[in-house]
């Protein structure tokens, strides 16, 4: 009886604790989980948030931020910079055939009662060349004169310490530049105008131009206020907690009133060189007046919104007018420079007939990609390798002082292959040496023959931390046989120069990804490229006249809509004979032939001239040995052509007029004292016919004032000009890494680690010794 | 009865061997739970020290490797796979302690040694130089410069420089207000702050030195001994 009972109720009694014994289990595994979790997502998460992000305070600047032309002074934030009111500005911008000269005249102000040193952006087109800076600070005038840099330097170094008005307009890289401008005493009004060459866009038989306006908002740093209805019965506050709305959403300053108060004007004088079809300006008003059938004025609608674009200008010919070659010439010191364009026929490439692709991507997995670059690379490839078709083939080569090939040898974009060489891509970590060498070779060489009709292109993604530069060019010259070369820079320093010339002598092109949200766009641009080759083996040659000096040299492929476009230095005033380029579009060879003494006169060619053949100079320093000759080879054409180069700066120099001495010069009567050449009027005084209703002015002016208001506050201005040029000396600052390791706290949660199981492993075996002395207890009970 | 049930938790656990045989499944879970805590403890504090041994280690073949470039070999690496040069050597003399300075913040080179960034001009040269390391390696003896203190740098290309530190101070990393173009020849030495804190932060602990003018020759051969002394240490 009694085992019977005994018998039916255990497996019961077993069955429930069992299920509580896994339920238990259950709990323990999920807390162990979790905890495992929690502490490697804390580790990570401090890896990441405790660095910091770059502060950046409401109303406060940097330089590179910069979208339009601006004058910065330093704030009292070190490090970055304030706004100076921008009271007018005015741009002219000339067009003559493809090259653009843009003049830039602003009128800023010194809000403050103290004095400063300030600092001019603005934010240059690609391939252009400043050559002239003209100032206006207070009552004096300055005018920028080419120096060598170092002379430019003292020049400045010197003129500030006497404490003269002075501007030092250097190159930072090409592309950007700083212009700081010394003494700016308090209340005084800066005017800036600078000119700069470059030349138009040309794509599809459109052509287009654009002048940076992007203006960043000015934020109203109004005290936050939040009123608090207490409810009178309860003594609750029951309103809307939230600060003061209308505080927050209108922290902008009134574009529109600012416009009339503080005007923009842009007229662009094109001449087209060809019957203009139509103009079109997509995102400003414009009034529009056609001078004949080759030329148009262009200017900003009066008291136009400046809209938060850049302004843009594209145009066209007119249908079956479209230029297919082009030839200009300039004389200038006893010498002809010719600029040439012709536009390949696009017709027998129709989309159907694009040849296969066989892409080797190779990408840097060395040390120095570490971090943010080797992420941009990952994704830099993951997206180039979706986007091939079917037909291509490919294959992925990675380095550090090691190598690797992904497939043995070309295989098909098949969707398999890609994903498979996509997780090869996103395995990959950063470290170790660069060893460029044996990857290029077998990038180069060792991927089979090409097939027939298809187009071999080596993309190449690295930051070029390489010291055998040399050696790379020499191996890509020899060895690129009929493969095209595309680098692509990866990261905020790559070494462009490098990369810039390998992608020459390639025959490629250079693409520069300096941050996470350039990649799709940058990537999308090379893309269209690698799938579009339309010319290639370009060459030119005169024939009957002596060409010194052709740029580019040696002649890019082209790609669909682009033209080849070319610049060259003849002797004498008169040249004559004719001008040859051939190419071949496929496998059929193309070949076009002008007449130089028909070209017709054009401006500014001389100066383009120049600036490619600096380029040029630069991009081969790696074959000359000797640094200071190719310097003194840049500065001599640098100093020809008064542009600013690596090697040479503009340094303004006083030029006011005599006057006599006591004579109070206000703003209205400053046209009268300009220097000869002198064009200031522009930005001075407002013109009558903008009829203003008063009350609205009155306001705007009011705006305008508080806002210069706020500007001074921020300042950091200073009360001897001294003292303004050390606030500015500590405003450039350098950013220092993070410089510490997670050594000691790895230990620390190791430790912590450790003792927590050695707690828990005690507390078991008392528990687990305790528990059986229960057990046996018991059992002794029973028995 | 109880031997019986004894008997049958005896055949459950008869696959088991050992110790593990008198465990039942709750028991096994606790315990592998424990054990793996005290595995993932053990693989931090071996993570933490491996970071360090990598940088005392390292500092032992960047030694070598300048040394053989200040002899004028060229184109020498510390080790075959490393991707930065050195650059310098750096010597508190007071404090006795050395180490190689490296070329460039990129990437991983400051768990090697201290480095100079890249876009400050080398020690000595006009303008202000910046030489970072880690705050729990290579610059822990940084907090206990004090101003008035002899720094000595020996360039690759041999030349001995003298920095005289002045006053520190502590900033934020992107708003540190060094001007690396500033006047005279200055040279500012930085770390992480606070020194025994665990958690990378945002603060910077910077030293400022500046060149000790006229003191070249004489220095050079008056400091040979303090600048040995380290060395032979290791």
Redesign the interface.
């Known amino acids: 009886m009694l085992l019977d009972t005994e018998n039916t109720a255990t497996p019961q009694r077993r069955a429930n604790s069992r299920q509580i014994e896994y339920l238990i289990i259950a709990a323990l595994a999920a807390v162990t989980v979790v905890l495992l979790f929690a502490m490697g997502f804390f580790s990570h998460a401090a890896a990441e948030t405790t660095e910091g992000k770059p502060q950046h305070f409401a109303g406060f600047v940097r330089p590179n931020d910069m979208g339009t032309g601006a004058l910065l002074f330093p704030s009292r934030e070190l490090g970055s910079f304030v706004e100076a009111p921008r009271l007018a500005t005015d741009v002219v911008i000339d067009v003559n055939g493809p090259i653009m000269r843009t003049r830039v005249t602003q009128r800023f102000q010194n809000p403050s009662k103290g004095w400063v040193e300030g600092t001019y952006v603005f934010p240059l087109p690609e391939n252009s060349a400043v050559d002239t800076l003209r100032m206006q600070i207070g009552d004096r005038f300055i005018e920028g004169e080419i120096k060598a840099r170092e002379e430019a330097r003292k020049v400045y170094e010197e003129a500030k310490a006497a404490g003269k008005k002075t501007a030092l307009l250097e190159q930072q890289r090409p592309n950007i530049f700083t212009n700081q401008v010394a003494n700016i005493g308090p209340g005084e009004t800066i005017v800036v105008q600078i000119e700069y060459q470059s030349s138009v866009h040309q794509s599809g038989g459109q052509f287009s131009l654009r002048f940076p306006m992007v203006v960043a908002p000015r934020y109203n740093p109004d005290p936050i206020v939040q009123t608090v209805d207490l409810d009178p019965n309860s003594g609750y506050a029951v309103n809307d907690p939230v600060p003061d709305r209308d505080k927050i959403t209108a922290p902008v300053l009134d574009l529109s009133a600012n416009a009339k108060i503080n005007p923009v004007t842009l007229t662009v004088n094109l001449n087209a060189g060809f019957p203009i079809g139509t103009v079109t300006a997509p995102f400003h008003e414009t009034d529009m007046q056609t001078v004949d059938e080759m030329a148009r004025k262009v200017s900003l609608k009066n008291g136009s919104v400046p809209a938060d674009k850049d302004f843009e200008l594209s145009w066209n010919a007119v249908a079956g007018k479209t230029p297919h070659a082009g030839l200009f010439r300039e004389t200038k010191d006893g010498k002809t420079y010719l600029l040439g364009f012709v536009t390949p026929p696009a017709d027998n490439l129709a989309a159907g007939t694009q040849p296969n692709r066989e892409v080797v991507f190779v990408i840097d997995n060395s040390g120095s990609m570490a971090g943010k670059s080797i992420e941009q690379a990952r994704d830099s490839l993951a997206l180039a390798i979706s986007k091939l078709r079917p037909e291509d083939r490919f294959n992925v080569v990675r380095f550090d002082d090691t190598m690797e090939v992904h497939f043995p040898s070309l295989v098909p974009a098949t969707p398999d292959k890609r994903e498979d060489a996509i997780a090869f891509v996103r395995g990959l970590t950063a470290d170790g040496g660069t060893e460029m060498l044996p990857a290029l070779e077998a990038a180069l060489r060792t991927q089979g023959p090409v097939e027939p009709r298809a187009l071999r292109q080596v993309v190449f993604l690295t930051d070029g931390a390489i010291g055998n530069e040399a050696q790379l060019f020499e191996e890509i010259s020899k060895n690129r046989g009929d493969a095209r070369v595309f680098t692509v820079g990866i990261g905020s320093a790559p070494n462009t120069h490098f990369m810039t010339k390998a992608a020459e002598i390639g025959r490629g092109t250079f693409t520069l990804i300096g941050s996470e949200d350039q990649v799709a766009a940058r990537m999308g641009e090379l893309f269209d490229k690698l799938e579009n080759p339309a010319m290639t083996d370009i060459a030119v040659a005169f024939d009957g006249t002596n060409a010194q000096d052709i740029t580019p040299n040696p002649m890019p492929d082209l790609y669909r809509g682009e033209p080849v476009v070319l610049t060259a230095q003849l002797d004498g005033a008169t040249p004559a004979g004719k001008l040859q380029i051939i190419g071949k579009t496929g496998s059929q060879p193309w070949r076009v032939e002008m007449d130089v003494a028909k070209a017709s006169e054009g401006k500014g060619i001389a100066k383009l001239w120049a600036r490619r053949k600096i380029d040029d100079l630069e991009a081969n320093a790696y074959a000359v040995n000797d640094a200071a000759a190719l310097d003194k080879q840049i500065e001599t054409v640098a100093l020809a052509h008064h542009l600013v180069s690596r090697v040479t700066s503009l340094v303004a120099v006083d030029v006011t007029p005599s006057r006599p001495a006591g004579e109070p010069v206000a703003s209205t009567d400053l046209p009268l004292n300009l220097p000869d050449g002198w064009d200031f009027e522009k930005v001075f005084g407002e013109k009558p016919q903008q009829a203003i209703p008063e009350g609205q002015r009155k306001a705007a002016l009011e705006q305008s004032e508080e806002q210069a208001m706020l500007v001074a506050d921020r300042m950091a201005a200073a009360p001897t000009a001294h003292a303004a040029s050390l606030i500015a000396d500590a405003g450039s600052q350098v950013d220092l890494p993070q410089t510490a390791t997670l050594a000691d706290r790895h230990i620390l949660i190791g430790l912590m680690l450790l003792a927590f199981a050695l707690m828990a492993a005690t507390t078991f075996s008392l528990w687990r010794w305790q528990l059986r002395g229960l057990i046996l207890e018991a059992r002794d009970r029973v028995q | ?2 031997n019986k ?1 004894t008997k049958e938790g005896n055949q459950i656990n008869e696959g088991r061997a050992g110790f593990l045989a008198r465990l ?4 096994t ?3 592998a ?6 595995l ?10 491996y ?2 041994a990598k ?1 005392e280690v390292s500092q032992v073949l960047l030694k070598r490797s300048f040394q053989a470039q200040l002899l004028g070999e060229t ?1 020498v ?1 510390p080790w ?6 050195t650059e310098a050597e750096i010597t508190a003399p007071r404090i006795g302690k050395t180490a190689v300075v490296l070329s ?8 090697f040694g201290p ?1 100079r ?4 001009p080398a020690p000595g040269e006009l303008g ?1 130089s ?1 030489i ?6 290579h ?1 822990r003896w940084l907090k206990d410069v004090k101003p008035g203190d002899l720094l000595i740098i020996t360039r690759k290309d041999g030349a001995n420089l003298t920095f005289r530190a002045g006053t520190s101070r502590i900033a ?12 005279g020849r200055n040279l500012v030495l ?3 702050w606070p020194f025994d ?6 603060l ?1 602990y ?1 030293v400022n030195a500046e060149l000790v003018p006229d003191a070249g020759q004489t220095t050079l051969s008056a400091l040979d001994n303090p600048v040995q002394l380290p060395v032979k240490s290791f």
């Open positions: 009865m109880s049930t039942n499944a709750l028991e879970v606790v315990l739970g424990i054990l793996l805590v005290a993932a403890g053990l693989m931090l504090i071996g993570k933490g020290f970071m360090k940088a184109d690496k075959p796979w490393a991707d930065f040069s460039g913040t990129s990437g991983e080179a400051l768990a480095a960034l890249a876009n400050t202000t910046v970072a390391a880690h705050r729990d390696t610059f934020r990393w992107d708003r540190s207000g060094i001007n690396a173009d500033a006047p930085a770390t992480c804190a665990t958690e990378q932060g945002p910077r910077i």
